[in-house]
């Protein structure tokens, strides 16, 4: 989704931006996130993002087997900064909006900030191919991605729009099926950290046939 803001490298962004940690949610460059926003922290995040005019947040997934000196759980240290695109009010308190990821960054610091959701330094430099559209995804083996994908669906029951998955780009193909894959956190950080576009669809293509033996021999009901 093309966005108002032409974001061309990392120095046009923030060093602090406002993060949302949240397991199992990974944004990834130019792919598309659904959120629904009820918590009061996360609405005045969203109100600040809209004041300050960048509308960013950085997804982040929090790192459950660390903990700050406050309980609240640490963070791992990759994340990815989304702009908010789309929103709307629910009428019962709610924001219904949606993230498009710009980069990927990584956590310098997280600072002492005043506000109720979380604040971190960031560096984007490190992921600078980020903001190079379809970098590398001639590298992808694109059947290799379309097998793993057939054969989850076959396990699991489930159907796709096979139209739109052939006219998909290769990197649109493969951070939609990354950020959609049911995968755990530690799966899902793989694939955020991964350096390019080629590993990540081996990683995603790993996991993928690693959870399908494992059915195979186990007779566990497919995922759902």
Known sequence: ???????????????????????????????QMPLNIFEPRYLAMVDDAFR??????????????????NNEPALFHVGCVGR????AESGDGRYILELTGISRFKVVEEIKALTPYRQCKVDFFAFIDDFTARKGEEEVDRAALLSALTAFLKVNNLKVDWEGVESAPNEALVNALAMM????????????????LKTRAEILIA??????????TSGDPPLQ
Do not use: C, W
């Open 1 to 31: 989704m093309p966005i108002n803001s032409d974001y061309r490298g990392p120095g046009e962004l923030p060093e602090v931006i406002p993060v949302f940690p949240l397991p199992g949610a990974l944004l990834l460059p130019r792919g």
């Open 52 to 69: 300050d005019g960048h509308r960013l947040i950085g997804m982040i997934q929090p790192d459950a087997a660390h903990s700050r000196q």
């Open 84 to 87: 908010i695109t789309q929103l």
């Open 181 to 196: 894959s049911p995968y755990g956190v530690a799966e899902k950080q793989a694939m955020l950290e991964a350096p390019d």
């Open 207 to 216: 996991v993928t046939e690693m959870d399908l033996a494992k059915k195979r």
